[in-house]
């Protein structure tokens, strides 16, 4: 099994930089768009075997580090009782504004309203054999409310700093149902296989330090807390926050994902030892000629060398037009460029 995941998320020595891509199932990749033409996407979610699939396609064309499982953050929303349509951003049927739609939302257990979930981890790792490490998912806190209360993912999130203002106990009442919702999410993943999770906080920039603290962090801390006992590593990623990278660097997790706004060697001193770092090239650079990207990866690695516990991935997820010879130059990169062999070395011979 190619552990190295695994071991960075616990700062332990690695042979290579490992390496996988947020979002790396997804419409980039012409299977996934075949997969996608034969069902919708929420069929494609709660079908395990074609979540499964999914997960797999990109393993089968890169050397990729991580498997992860298909699904998406909103999903399990569904099962607190929103109904939401996917084209391809989600969109609420109702968005929740009130202190009695909060109350109304439903605490089922997952394991009842999203075993397919559970289902497709299982088998997820089943069919890998311990060749490479699933990680489970789920959204923070924050960014679910975002969707929840706006109903779209739409600029600035307007409905919901207007919430946060205006009826702060609201908000944190919805934050404290979804903290639940997200504990038993996670653990029935884990449970089910996965061997490393990740909690994708893409909005939390939208808030200043003192809001973060209050609206995000602290449910973050709670979520880590509420699945410690199982012992996987968290990866807690945080898009939009270059001025929350301290605040965030206190969530417990073992990760911090780092976007791409802020260059590794800046976001490690801030962050301070006893965290691995994840990320970060610039989605967009993937747009740039495979040379240049290979130029721009290794930049990122230089940034990282010498840092406990370095994952090589995207500052935010994988964009739909990515071409794919990027991709395998990103990949081949870190492959060629980390590990024993000393990289100034092949710095030197390649340039
Ligand atoms: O390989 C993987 O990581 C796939 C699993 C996955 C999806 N969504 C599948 C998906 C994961 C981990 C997510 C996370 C997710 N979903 C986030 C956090 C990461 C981030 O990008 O910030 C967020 C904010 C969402 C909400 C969401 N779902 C959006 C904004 C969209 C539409 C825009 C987009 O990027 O496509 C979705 C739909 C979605 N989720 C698709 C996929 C493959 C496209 C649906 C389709 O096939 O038509």
Avoid at 109 to 127: I, M, N, Q
Avoid at 283 to 295: G, I, K, Q, W, Y
Avoid at 300 to 306: E, N, S, T
Avoid at 331 to 347: F, L, R, S, Y
Wanted: charged share 20%; glycine share 8%.
């Amino acid at each position: 099994m190619t552990d190295r995941f695994l071991r960075a998320c616990r700062r332990q020595a690695v042979d290579r930089t490992p390496v996988w891509l947020m979002r790396q199932a997804g419409r980039y990749l012409p299977e996934y768009r075949a997969l996608r033409q034969r069902v919708d996407f929420l069929t494609l979610c709660k079908t395990p075997e074609l979540a499964v699939e999914a997960s797999l396609q990109p393993l089968r064309r890169f050397p990729l580090d991580a498997a992860i499982i298909f699904s998406d953050i909103l999903l399990p929303l569904e099962a607190l009782g929103c109904r939401m349509t996917f084209n391809p951003g989600p969109r609420l049927a109702e968005p929740i504004r009130t202190r009695e739609q909060v109350a109304a939302l439903d605490r089922r257990a997952a394991a009842e309203t999203v075993p397919f979930v559970g289902e497709a981890v299982g088998l997820l790792r089943r069919e890998l054999d311990g060749r490479t490490p699933v990680i489970g998912f789920c959204g923070a806190p924050f960014t679910l409310a975002a969707y929840l209360v706006q109903g779209e993912g739409k600029e600035g999130f307007g409905a919901l700093k207007t919430l946060q203002y205006r009826e702060p106990a609201t908000l944190e009442a919805l934050l404290e149902t979804l903290t639940a919702a997200m504990i038993d999410y996670l653990r029935l993943q884990i449970s089910s296989g996965a061997q490393a999770v990740q909690i994708f906080d893409s909005w939390a920039g939208l808030l200043d330090s003192p809001g973060y603290q209050r609206f995000a962090l602290r449910w973050v801390r709670t979520i880590v807390d509420g699945i410690a006992d199982l012992e996987v590593p968290v990866i807690y990623f945080i898009n939009g926050g270059p001025h929350l990278i301290e605040d965030a660097a206190t969530s417990g997790a073992d990760v911090l994902g780092i976007c791409w706004r802020t260059p590794l060697d800046v976001a490690a001193a801030r962050v301070g030892p006893g965290m691995s770092l994840q990320g970060n090239l610039d989605p967009h650079a993937l747009f740039a000629a495979p040379d240049e990207v290979r130029r721009l990866t290794r930049d990122v690695l230089a940034r990282a060398a010498g840092l406990p516990g370095h994952i090589m991935n995207l500052g935010h997820g994988i964009l739909p037009d990515t071409p794919i010879p990027s991709v395998e130059a990103l990949i081949d990169t870190v492959q060629h460029t980390t590990g024993k062999a000393a990289q100034p070395a092949t710095e030197t011979c390649r340039r």
